[in-house]
């Protein structure tokens, strides 16, 4: 019984350091939460001013620029998705995984290869226990990106994109993030960056619409020229900001789980151990009471 006892204290000690861990954690995450939110609320204006300017030199120059040609049969389409560096993030890392093993399954049945670009050492890690092939990774600043990284990322897929394919580009450019709905709900989601495709903020004309006279200055294909990369790059900073922000909510949200249980697991320890000392204590007594009648009956 005694033996017992020691074990239920171990156990009921490690469990509260555990938790100790998990709670400074969840408040770690809560406190980061607020300004990834706030990051990643900044950067949207400037990415969707941004894509309205885009279309609307995309729309009324009718430039053939290489950025926006579409390949009538694409082959090798490129996947970046966002993992996390660390774990305890809950399902947060699995989830785009998930998503793009779906996306890949999609690909491969159009007859399409997909070439993989992974940010965090999860992603990494999963594609190495695979064994498969990735053209480029990084790792290191998923949960606190910076614009730098964005501007590494973005010039290397468009520098890939504007390879031929024979030369190991890409047809194609598609983003796996997770957006940030709430602090209890994240979604993975797949968004094509290139060829092209942003309409947002651009109006269909009609035939009694007028239709606005656009100048540009110098020329539409050096404007175009400048905007695409930073389009390209503004969309990846959007991208690593709404998964940084979902990371450190889905990271909070399975810490508190976390918390919770070793909470409630300690107080079922105690309870046993509670148990396991009244029943030692009864023992001793009955061990007493019966040497002591023993002794009386001697006498």
Not at 22 to 34: D, G, H, P
Not at 106 to 119: A, D, F, M, Q, T
Request: proline letters at 4%; glycine letters at 6%.
């Amino acid at each position: 019984m005694g033996a017992s006892l020691r074990e239920l204290r171990q156990r009921r000690q490690s469990v509260m350091a555990t938790k100790k861990i998990t709670r400074a954690m969840e408040l770690i995450a809560s406190s980061r939460i607020v300004k990834a939110q706030q990051a990643a609320a900044r950067a949207l204006p400037f990415t969707r001013e941004l894509n309205r300017a885009v279309s609307a030199v995309a729309e009324y120059s009718r430039l053939d620029h290489p950025l926006t040609n579409h390949h009538e049969n694409p082959k090798r389409v490129a996947i970046f998705f966002i993992t996390s560096d660390r774990g305890m993030n809950g399902a947060y890392s699995s989830n785009v995984i998930k998503a793009v093993s779906r996306f890949v399954q999609r690909l491969r049945e159009e007859g399409k290869e997909p070439v993989r670009y992974v940010v965090g050492r999860k992603g990494i890690g999963y594609t190495q226990f695979r064994g498969l092939p990735v053209e480029a990774s990084w790792e290191g600043f998923s949960d606190s990106p910076t614009y730098d990284d964005a501007i590494e990322i973005g010039d290397r897929l468009v520098a890939d994109f504007l390879r031929p394919t024979e030369e190991g580009g890409v047809d194609e450019i598609w983003a796996v993030y997770t957006r940030m709905e709430s602090m209890i709900s994240q979604t993975a989601r797949v968004r094509r960056v290139l060829p092209l495709e942003v309409v947002e903020g651009v109006k269909d004309i009609g035939d009694h619409d007028l239709v606005p006279e656009y100048w540009f200055e110098p020329d539409p294909e050096t404007v175009l020229d400048r905007l695409l990369p930073v389009y390209v790059r503004s969309r990846i900073w959007f991208y690593l900001l709404q998964s940084a922000a979902s990371q450190l909510a889905s990271q909070q949200r399975a810490m508190k789980s976390a918390t919770d249980n070793a909470q409630q697991l300690i107080e079922r320890l105690t309870r046993e151990a509670n148990q396991a000392r009244q029943a030692e204590i009864t023992q001793e007594i009955s061990e007493i009471v019966g040497g002591a009648s023993a002794l009386a009956e001697q006498e």
